[in-house]
């Protein structure tokens, strides 16, 4: 009998090759949706030499980013450097690599704190309704009536703009998204039998947001994270471009390209606004791109 069973498992096995396979676990049916998207591949793969060549900057920089040398000042890319020099003869690869640190920084910083502000936000509306809900959604509604960028502006007026303050200003002005999506996360979640369970044995209410529902929830948190750094970066780089962002001679790609806006220095040196403007590009695609494979591969109606 059981000589008659393996055979027959065998027979099985080869009509059935795929059940020699191991199991499809979550993560293998995550990672194998995410790398179907060829351009959220393509884009880890160019933020994270981005992220690598910000990181370890002081070990590839041939240069101190506040060196000049007025005599090799506009020199175009060569051996020499590598990506030409600025205005004032200080080199643009060493200047993209250390403002590249500034505006990942700000980027990530400032998205960690708007998840901390709307995640809170939204879960406790999301969580208990009622008045509390009418309540934190009104004061959502308040700062999303606001222009964002005017706002920004105003009160970088008023606070120096030091990478803190940078981080603090765009933290406080981007959360209300992740609000209304957890919100919305929470209104679906809380109905369900696990968190009904839950309240019908007593599990205290802060448990039953941290440890059940906002698990639950963490999918369109994460996508929707990875689109507001872009965001974020972009913004950045427009305030550094007009003048209200980090001052000089600290580095970052809106204030090079700000340096940059000379008539004349564009004309004699495109690659001066070229190189910062194209890693501005690359960076906000790659989030991009990389926010729709993550949305895809967490995405349970999406075919494998």
Request: aromatic share 12%; net charge positive.
């Amino acid at each position: 009998m059981s000589q008659s069973n393996v055979e027959i498992s065998q027979e099985e096995l080869q009509l059935n090759p795929h059940l020699k396979e191991k199991p499809d676990t979550l993560t293998r049916i995550f990672f194998r949706k995410f790398l179907k998207n060829k351009l959220a591949v393509v884009g880890s793969i160019i933020l994270f030499i981005i992220i690598m060549a910000a990181v370890f900057a002081p070990l590839i920089a041939p240069y101190s980013y506040e060196q000049q040398n007025l005599i090799d000042k506009l020199k175009p890319p060569s051996s020499e450097y590598w990506l030409g020099t600025d205005r004032y003869g200080r080199d643009i690869f060493t200047r993209l690599l250390y403002g590249g640190r500034v505006s990942l920084l700000v980027g990530f910083g400032a998205v960690l704190g708007a998840l901390i502000v709307g995640v809170s936000i939204g879960a406790l509306a999301g969580y208990y309704g009622g008045i509390i809900d009418a309540i934190l959604m009104r004061v959502v509604d308040i700062v999303i009536s606001i222009p964002s960028f005017f706002l920004l502006i105003t009160v970088v007026t008023i606070f120096k703009p030091s990478v803190g303050n940078l981080i603090l200003i765009f933290a406080l002005t981007s959360w209300t998204s992740t609000a209304r999506l957890v919100r919305g996360e929470f209104l679906t979640l809380r109905s369900r039998e696990f968190v009904l369970a839950s309240k019908t044995i007593g599990t205290k209410s802060y448990k039953i947001i941290f440890s059940h529902i906002l698990p639950n929830a963490m999918g369109p948190i994460i996508v929707s994270a990875t689109l507001l750094i872009g965001s974020v970066i972009l913004a950045e780089a427009a305030l550094s471009y007009f003048g209200l962002g980090i001052s000089p001679p600290t580095p970052t790609w809106g204030n090079m390209l700000q340096d940059a806006q000379n008539y004349t220095v564009m004309l004699t040196a495109p690659w001066y606004p070229f190189f910062p403007g194209l890693l501005i590009l690359l960076t906000v695609l790659s989030f991009n791109f990389i926010g729709d494979g993550l949305r895809d591969a967490l995405d349970p109606k999406s075919l494998d």
